[in-house]
């Protein structure tokens, strides 16, 4: 993956041909770091998936099902993957302009926030080869629509467009497709342009007390809110933006 930084912390980080991709929405506080090739305290991503379809000139990527059964270890190692995406400390966005079938669904539920072009593809269709999602589908889906109807489309394995994905609230903004093909990309960069400017550590706890909240209880859930709010109390970025507040300018968060 190669990463191309561009003014205003956004960047992009894309495997051609996974057609996958980051951009950064939000800057990190100090010590925090980003695995592979996006490095520095200030930079985070919000990662869009483009989907199954190939780059120009490459072949479809698949996942490689294969008969034989995994070893706990290879389920556990899966299973921490998935959970290393779901768990980045910033707002993560997944675009879908192309397929997303299988493994590419689950990628995007495992993002805070879906859009797609009302063109794209979407479905976990892993029942018609006799086997079950794998990558978080099973509770992510439910999570996001409700028991019920994840059951009838994991049970159909029926494919969505955008805007039977929108209808059901698999995704949160569906759009007509552009010639360029990138519609869905392009609103994820202009949701990430609207996030950047909060203050850092606010948006690692506000997420944090969203995800923690939404396993538990309300009583439960509003302890963690609590918790989580006097995390912010004590910051640097608390008094600037009360500063900031007051001289009527933009502030200007270091993530401290």
């Given at each position: ?11 992009t980080?894309?495997?051609?041909r ?6 950064c929405?939000?800057r990190?506080g100090?010590g ?11 930079v985070a ?5 483009r989907?199954w379809?190939?780059?120009a ?16 270890d290879?389920?556990r190692v899966r ?9 980045l ?9 192309g ?7 689950e990628?995007a ?7 797609a072009a009302?063109?794209a593809k ?6 018609k080869l006799?086997i ?6 099973t509770q992510?889906l ?6 019920s ?8 394995a029926r ?26 990309y392009?609103?994820a960069l ?11 550590v ?8 969203i ?14 809110e609590?918790a989580?709010?006097a ?5 640097k970025?608390?008094?600037?933006g ?8 933009s ?6």
């Amino acid at each position: 993956m190669a990463a191309a930084a561009a003014p205003g912390a956004l960047g992009t980080l894309r495997a051609s041909r996974a057609r996958l991709a980051a951009a950064c929405c939000a800057r990190l506080g100090p010590g925090w770091r980003l695995p592979g090739s996006l490095r520095g305290p200030r930079v985070a991503p919000a990662m869009w998936a483009r989907g199954w379809a190939p780059a120009a000139g490459d072949s479809a990527p698949r996942r490689g099902y294969s008969s034989d059964v995994k070893t706990e270890d290879e389920l556990r190692v899966r299973y921490l993957e998935e959970e290393n995406r779901a768990n980045l400390p910033v707002p993560t966005i997944a675009a879908i302009d192309g397929l997303a079938l299988g493994g590419g669904l689950e990628l995007a539920l495992a993002c805070d926030i879906r859009v797609a072009a009302s063109s794209a593809k979407m479905g976990l269709v892993e029942t018609k080869l006799a086997i079950i999602p794998g990558g978080g589908g099973t509770q992510r889906l439910p999570r996001a629509i409700g028991v019920s109807l994840a059951k009838e489309l994991i049970f159909s394995a029926r494919v969505l467009d955008g805007q039977e994905a929108k209808a059901v609230g698999l995704i949160s903004h569906v759009l007509e497709q552009n010639p360029e093909g990138d519609a869905a990309y392009r609103k994820a960069l202009d949701l990430a342009r609207e996030f950047l400017p909060q203050g850092p550590v606010a948006m690692r706890v506000a997420k944090l007390a969203i995800n923690q909240g939404m396993e538990v209880d309300l009583v439960t859930g509003l302890a963690i809110e609590e918790a989580c709010y006097a995390q912010t109390i004590p910051t640097k970025d608390r008094l600037e933006g009360l500063l900031a507040f007051k001289e009527k300018r933009s502030p200007r968060y270091k993530g401290e």
